[in-house]
């Protein structure tokens, strides 16, 4: 499998799920602003979207959207838990977390990244976001992660979020639940390896 990421974007939860997976796969970066892989590849013809993440798949097949690459990778290595088995309410409460990170704290990242977006705009992202970390913060009271004392991969998913959070100008210590779990979740040794990783190919 190809893992096709740019550092620092969304891309990052897939390549943290990978190395957890402990699959076969090679991670290739992409150049959002010219839209070429690092071996000179054209990317919109690997992922006409023009955005990351995408997974070539062994047969060639693309998957492209994190959600979705974070579920197929965690269902096709079920020994490692990342999800639960399909057709469970556990594999169910993933997903709705991979949901909730995708439209509530995601998708409001977006405009913030977006030098062009109208500061009223901005307003709303940010209040928005806040108010979704202040919701996760209360869920992450008793538990470990997301789902229980297991990570999953809706835990990737949502570590990454809050690594954008001091290009946001927000601080994680006004929610010290959510700072004790990104501590925990970074100290993973496969966390480790990828933003090493990633963090070399910058």
Sequence with gaps: ?????????????????LQESGLPYQAVRVSLRDKLTSDGVDYNTINPKGYVPALKLDDGEVLTE???LLAYIGELQPTRKL?????TIENYRVREWLVFIGTELHKNAGPLFNPKTPEAARTIAL?????????????????????????????????TILTWLPHLGVELAQWPNLQSYYERVRARPSVQTVLKAEAKSQ
């Design 1 to 17: 499998m190809q893992l096709y990421y740019a550092p620092g974007a969304c891309s990052l939860a897939s390549h943290i799920a």
């Design 66 to 68: 994190g959600p979705a």
């Design 83 to 87: 999800i639960a088995a399909p057709g």
């Design 127 to 159: 209040d928005a976001i806040k108010r979704r970390l202040s919701y996760v913060n209360d869920a992450l009271a008793n538990r470990a992660f997301l789902t229980g004392e297991s990570f999953s991969v809706a835990d990737a998913y949502l570590f």
